[in-house]
Nanobody, 128 residues
Framework: QVQLVESGGGQVQPGGSLKLSCAASGRHIFGYYAMGWYRRAPGNAHHELIARLVSTNHTTDYITYADSVKGRFTISRDDAKNTLYLQMDHLKPEDTAVYYC????????????????WGQGTQVTVSS
């Protein structure tokens, strides 16, 4: 059973940056078709997909973002460390949420589904 552990969250001022990490154990994450980052805002039970990385033949072919984070967030991976990252720049108060990673299936953004039980997530708070 794959376990995903998110880290790197914290409290930052608007305009600041954070880099989140997602470490996987139990299986190499790049054996999955796709990986992604989600977030759950305060008071919201819904996990919002914000970044999706699709890998084929051990190369990164397709990266897509939600409009709310496009141009500010960057998803990436490190094969050697079996880790997924999310670089978050120009953070806004509305980015405050618990952030999660997951392995994904589905050929399009709209048909994306998660494959692994959720980890504990990492809290990101953006406030002055």
């Amino acid at each position: 059973q794959v376990q995903l552990v998110e880290s790197g969250g914290g409290q930052v001022q608007p305009g600041g940056s954070l880099k989140l990490s997602c470490a996987a154990s139990g299986r190499h994450i790049f054996g999955y078709y796709a990986m992604g980052w989600y977030r759950r805002a305060p008071g919201n039970a819904h996990h919002e997909l914000i970044a999706r990385l699709v890998s084929t033949n051990h190369t990164t072919d397709y990266i897509t973002y939600a409009d709310s984070v496009k141009g500010r967030f960057t998803i990436s991976r490190d094969d050697a460390k079996n880790t997924l990252y999310l670089q978050m720049d120009h953070l806004k108060p509305e980015d405050t949420a618990v952030y999660y990673c997951n392995a994904l299936a589905g050929l399009t953004w709209e048909t994306t589904v998660t494959l692994v039980p959720w980890g504990q997530g990492t809290q990101v708070t953006v406030s002055s």
